[in-house]
């Protein structure tokens, strides 16, 4: 895999009374090596603190115009919140949280940092218990730090050693594709939730940790410990770990038969040689990859880097960036020269679908046939097809007449999915649903079968349509 490009690290840090400790710490973080050609900012938050903090925040940035940036919340609302607005303003493509006290030694950034930059890593904490020399702790606080990542794994299904540690690294793309809602301690069993539900590329390294006691200044408390035990199931089984799109891409993968339905659907027009375009998280890609040569293709890393691990080693299998909307990139396609071309859901996302049809015109062999499925009737779109990023839902011949226009023969046409179309009619168009949940999926997975008599039986249109083209 080739490694990412990175140029700047934005290091987020919360800030409440810190006036003796955090110049000493600010001075530390400037300090700190970097690997060769990354550059830093310094975004510190102040939460409301109630002694000279604020103060000598702006002083810092007074002597470090443009490195140090420096922000004020309202009133003190939680290092959740402060890291939140931290977020929001960073402009870096790498984020680390830093403590604005000298627990956490910034010396260790390039140990941190090395996954990411290598390409092996989209996440990585810093463990305080990873078999690094250490100093000695409390032990009632590590004994309860250690209890809740046991919590914690035991959910998520990872194997973290230390998930309340500070020293969470990040790409910018994983980080602010994560949104998040806690505003004290509770954002780091939030983040480590999210981060495996997401399903990010994830380690661990070791790190040295000088703990303060409470008489220095320590402020997380039992109450937090408390907190966390429920933080770590309310997050574990939210719905609100990414998009909406992503999060019913997870949600559909509880339905393999549903997915084997789809595939089965236009299998017969597809050849050896198939281009799939926007994989996704590989829900089809699982059954198109059986073909003889396949090419996997999508517009998002998230999507493609971890199916390159799953699958990289197979031999008839590609991966390609491709952003549907960007005309350059579609020349993969030209190389690739598919016998088929099939998208699923994925052309009512793309709000200039004529400009798609033809570039493929352009990019494809003769002979080459198009597979599409898109969703039908726009007298039933909802607010989820909004939160999916839909832009329409297509009428009787809209797809079709799309199709001729751009210089592709017909050839077939045919209803996808009859009954689906009640469903989601009460639940997103009466209802106002905005998201599908695992449950939903696996029974609809489990009525697949007789919904795939229905589709054969009974008359009128369904919820998505499936038309096959042909360049000449």
Known sequence: MIAPKFTKLSILMAAYNEEETLRICVAAVLAAPLPAGIGRELIIVNDGSKDETWEVMQ?????????????????????????RRAIAEMTGDL????????????????????????????????????????????FWHTVVNKMLTLLSNMLNDTNWTDMETCYKAFTAQALKAIPLFSNRFGIEPEITAKVALNRFR?????????????????????????AALWFIFKYRFSSKYCDAGKVTLDAIERAPKFNRWMYESVKPWLGKRVAELGCGRGNLSNFFRQHETVMLTDYRDDYLDPL???????????????????????????????DSV?????????????????????????????????????????EFDKELGHFRRYEKGELEGKMREAGFNVEHQFYFNKAGKLAWFVANTLGKRKSLTPLQLRI?????????????????????????????
């Not at 002083?59 to 890291?83: D, S, W």
């Not at 197979?314 to 993969?332: G, H, I």
């Open 444 to 472: 609809y997975n489990f009525l697949t079968p007789a919904f795939r008599v229905w589709d054969k039986i009974a008359p009128g249109t369904g919820l998505s349509t499936v038309a096959i083209c042909r360049k000449p």
């Open 95 to 138: 984020a680390i949280f830093q403590d604005a006290d000298l627990e956490y030694d910034p010396n260790e950034y390039p140990k941190i940092l090395a996954p990411i930059l290598d390409g092996r890593a989209d996440v990585v904490f810093g463990s305080r218990f990873a078999g690094a020399e250490r100093k000695v702790l409390l």
């Open 308 to 338: 390159r691990e799953k699958w990289g080693m197979k031999r008839n299998l590609t991966f390609a960036k491709l952003d549907m909307s960007q005309r350059e990139d579609y020349a993969v396609l030209t190389k690739f020269a598919p």
């Open 342 to 382: 099939v998208f699923l859901n994925v052309l009512e996302h793309i709000e200039d679908d004529r400009a798609v049809l033809k570039n493929l015109f352009e990019h494809v062999p003769s002979g080459c046939r198009l597979a599409i499925l898109v969703p039908f009737g726009m007298s039933l779109y909802s």
């Open 59 to 83: 002083g810092l940035a007074a002597e470090h115009p443009g490195i140090v940036r420096i922000f004020q919340q309202p009133e003190n609302m939680g290092k959740g919140a402060a890291i």
């Open 202 to 226: 994830m380690f661990e390294v070791p790190i040295n940790y000088n703990g303060r006691g409470y008489d220095e200044g320590k402020k997380i408390n039992w109450k937090d410990g408390v």
